[in-house]
């Protein structure tokens, strides 16, 4: 158990769809980040949340949309995706701030994001 | 500009030594990370360096050479467990981390 918790692990959807993933930590960390993994390609830091802040938006196409409602939940919500976003979405926590230096992460399993 | 570079996929025999070198290129730098993913699995942290020198933990340990902007991830006594892919990253100066692609490493017995 990784003491971050992503759902649903898989998830099929339309292009017109709208769907959310959900993350869920219990470690007492305080920021949370979403990032993209596709195969073979380095993963990309989507969102950061500090104290349920966000802190971090690297450029994503409005169709991702992340919530933070408190310190333990991270939502991201998907609407109207395009096939090429299909990747595994990967949750993080961590107790250190983004800006310190021995920063670890503490991943989820991820969702894998098929969109048809 | 920001770059790192990692092999592919690597290929190794149960209980022999395996090398995963790591480079990259930056001019702020705070600090290396290596994490290890299984198939299907959340990515697990393995070690951090910001100095250089070799920091040993068990089987695994990894080495940091800043002035050659390097560093590598040894694996002894291979398990077959140990089949997963190994993802380094650097900090840069803003605390941004960049990721390589990863090193598949396939453990054959």
């Known amino acids: 158990e990784t003491g971050v918790t992503q759902t649903p692990r898989h998830l099929v959807m339309g292009m017109t769809n709208k769907k959310s993933l959900k993350c869920e930590q219990h470690?007492?960390?305080?920021?949370m980040y979403w990032y993209k993994q596709s195969a073979k390609k380095p993963l990309e830091l989507m969102f950061v949340?500090?104290?349920?802040?966000?802190?971090e938006n690297n450029s994503v196409p409005s169709r991702f949309s992340p919530e933070c409602p408190n310190s333990s939940h991270l939502f991201l919500h998907l609407h109207t995706l395009q096939p090429e976003d299909s990747a595994l979405y990967l949750c993080?926590?961590?107790?250190?701030?983004?800006?310190?230096?021995?920063?670890?992460?503490?991943f989820g399993a991820g969702s894998r994001l098929t969109v048809l | 500009g920001q770059n790192i570079d990692q092999p592919t996929e690597m290929t190794a025999t149960e209980g022999a030594i395996v090398q995963i070198n790591c480079t990259y290129q930056?001019?702020?730098?705070?600090?290396l990370f290596w994490y290890q993913q299984h198939a299907g699995e959340a990515p697990t942290f393995l070690s951090y360096?910001?100095l250089d020198g070799l920091e040993e933990k068990g089987r695994f340990s990894s080495f940091l050479s800043r002035s050659k902007g390097y560093s590598y991830l040894l694996l002894k006594e291979l398990q077959m467990k140990d089949s997963a892919s190994y993802l380094c990253?650097?900090?840069?100066?803003?605390?941004?981390?960049?990721w390589g692609a990863g090193t598949k490493l396939i453990i054959k017995p």
């Open positions: 993080a926590s961590s107790e250190g701030t983004p800006d310190s230096g021995a920063n670890v992460l503490t």
């Open positions: 990253a650097y900090m840069d100066s803003n605390y941004q981390l960049i």
């Open positions: 360096n910001v």
């Open positions: 470690l007492g960390h305080n920021a």
């Open positions: 930056t001019s702020g730098f705070n600090g």
């Open positions: 949340y500090n104290f349920k802040e966000q802190t």
